[in-house]
């Protein structure tokens, strides 16, 4: 048939979570039953404070988890994202420039159905 014989399925895919935090956004690496492989973060590419926040350190972060799974032998991936912070799309573009090829693109934000007290608008 037309299913190239490197051709993995869906469901055996490696699984890339990405939490993008207002304060840092973190990229672990899963494979399809969830066991974590490894991770990277924009504090851990050595970007400090104000700076783990923004949407060029998420990238940094997604390119060098990019490098790691294909360390591992993973060149084909799905995302999962949680969260609103400012990496949430640089880093699914870091994965690509990382050599990784996204198969699908999954937002698994968790949304209240009216539970806990939000924040604080705040007012500058």
């Given at each position: 048939?037309f299913?190239?014989k490197?051709?993995v399925?869906?469901?055996?895919?490696?699984?890339?979570?990405?939490?993008?935090?207002?304060n840092?956004?973190?990229?672990?690496?899963t494979?399809h039953a969830g066991?974590t492989?490894?991770w990277?973060?924009?504090?851990?590419?050595g970007?400090k404070?104000?700076?783990?926040?923004t949407n060029?350190?998420?990238q940094q972060?997604?390119i060098a988890?990019?490098k790691?799974?294909?360390?591992?032998g993973?060149?084909?991936?799905r995302?999962?994202m949680?969260?609103?912070g400012?990496?949430?799309?640089s880093?699914?573009?870091g994965?690509?420039?990382?050599?990784l090829s996204?198969?699908?693109?999954?937002?698994?934000?968790?949304?209240?159905h009216n539970?806990?007290?939000?924040?604080?608008?705040?007012?500058?």
């Amino acid at each position: 048939s037309f299913a190239s014989k490197t051709a993995v399925n869906y469901e055996e895919l490696a699984i890339v979570h990405i939490s993008a935090t207002y304060n840092n956004t973190i990229l672990t690496i899963t494979d399809h039953a969830g066991s974590t492989l490894g991770w990277k973060s924009a504090g851990s590419e050595g970007f400090k404070n104000a700076r783990r926040g923004t949407n060029f350190a998420g990238q940094q972060a997604a390119i060098a988890a990019a490098k790691k799974a294909l360390d591992l032998g993973i060149t084909q991936v799905r995302v999962k994202m949680k969260g609103l912070g400012p990496g949430r799309k640089s880093s699914v573009k870091g994965l690509e420039l990382g050599g990784l090829s996204v198969f699908s693109v999954t937002d698994v934000t968790p949304i209240p159905h009216n539970g806990c007290r939000p924040r604080k608008v705040r007012r500058l």
